[in-house]
C-alpha cells in the first residue's frame, strides 16, 4: 500500500485534480493507494511554534512529520494540492517510487527548479547532498524508516533558528533534515508546476506556465525556462 498525503493549504484543487488523477492511475499499477488530508485548515494538527514566525519552511516539515506520524503504511508520496503534473512528472514521480520500494535509494524529493539541469529530458537528478539548498520539496517519496528522528529534526531546526529565523522561510533550506543518509537521497527537477492566483478551471496549460513564471518576478532567473518553454510550444 502506498500512503498519498496531502500536506499545505488546500488550494486550486479543482484545477489540478485531472493530472493527480492520472498520477494515482499510474500509481496503481505499481500498488494500492490510500489518499490522507494532512492539508490546513485542520482542527486537529498539533500545536506548531513557528507559526508565529510564519517560518513556511520549518511549517512545511513539521505537517510532513506530522502526518508521517499518523500512517500506518511503509511507504509514502508526500504531495502539495496546487500542482500541475506534465506526463514526465509522473513519469518521474513512478520512477522514483519503483527505485525506493525496491531499496534502490532512500528517498526522492522531487519539484521544478531554473537550475542545472537539461530541460529538454522529463527529468534531472542529483543526490541530496549535492543539490543542497537546491533540493526539492513539492513532492516526497520515501519509505518511513529512512526518515531522522523527530527528535533530531526538530534539534537541526532549532540549531538553524539561532542562525536566524529567515534560515526556515524556505523549504529547500530545510526538507534535507528529514533525511538520515543524504548520500542515498536524491533531488530530482521535472516538469511540474504550482499554481498561481488568477489561474482556474478554464485556463490551458500554456497560462499555468507563464503565471508560474512570472511569479519569479523581473530577476530573470526563470527566463531560460521560460525561453525554453515557449520555443518548445511555438509561442512567440
Not at 512529520?65 to 508526500?78: G, L, N, R, V
Request: charged share 30%; glycine share 6%.
Amino acid at each position: 500500500m502506498i500512503a498519498i498525503i496531502y500536506t499545505g493549504f488546500d488550494r486550486f484543487r479543482d484545477v489540478v485534480q485531472s493530472t493527480h488523477d492520472r498520477l494515482f492511475d499510474s500509481l496503481r499499477a505499481i500498488d494500492e493507494i490510500q489518499i490522507y488530508n494532512f492539508t490546513k485548515p485542520n482542527k486537529d494538527r498539533p500545536f506548531c511554534k513557528y507559526d508565529k514566525h510564519d517560518a513556511r519552511g520549518a511549517i512545511q516539515l513539521f505537517d510532513l512529520i506530522w502526518a508521517i506520524d499518523s500512517i500506518p503504511e511503509t511507504f509514502f508520496i508526500k504531495i502539495r494540492t496546487d500542482i500541475w503534473f506534465t506526463d514526465d512528472a509522473i513519469k518521474a514521480i513512478v520512477d522514483e517510487f519503483h527505485k525506493v520500494k525496491m531499496g534502490e535509494q532512500d528517498m526522492s524529493l522531487l519539484g521544478w527548479h531554473f537550475h542545472s539541469w537539461d530541460f529538454n529530458q522529463p527529468y534531472g537528478k542529483m543526490s541530496a547532498a549535492e543539490a543542497g539548498k537546491h533540493t526539492q520539496d513539492f513532492v516526497v517519496i520515501a519509505k518511513k524508516e529512512t526518515i531522522d528522528t523527530t527528535e533530531n529534526i526538530f534539534e537541526k531546526m532549532d540549531i538553524r533558528e539561532k542562525s536566524g529565523i529567515s534560515g526556515l522561510y524556505t523549504g529547500n533550506n530545510v526538507i534535507r533534515y528529514i533525511i538520515k543518509n543524504l548520500n542515498n537521497a536524491y533531488t530530482v527537477k521535472t516538469h511540474m508546476y504550482l499554481i498561481r492566483d488568477g489561474i482556474t478551471t478554464n485556463s490551458n496549460i500554456d497560462e499555468i506556465v507563464a503565471a508560474y513564471m512570472a511569479s519569479y518576478g523581473g530577476k530573470g532567473k526563470a527566463h531560460p525556462y521560460r525561453d525554453w518553454y515557449k520555443a518548445k510550444r511555438g509561442i512567440k
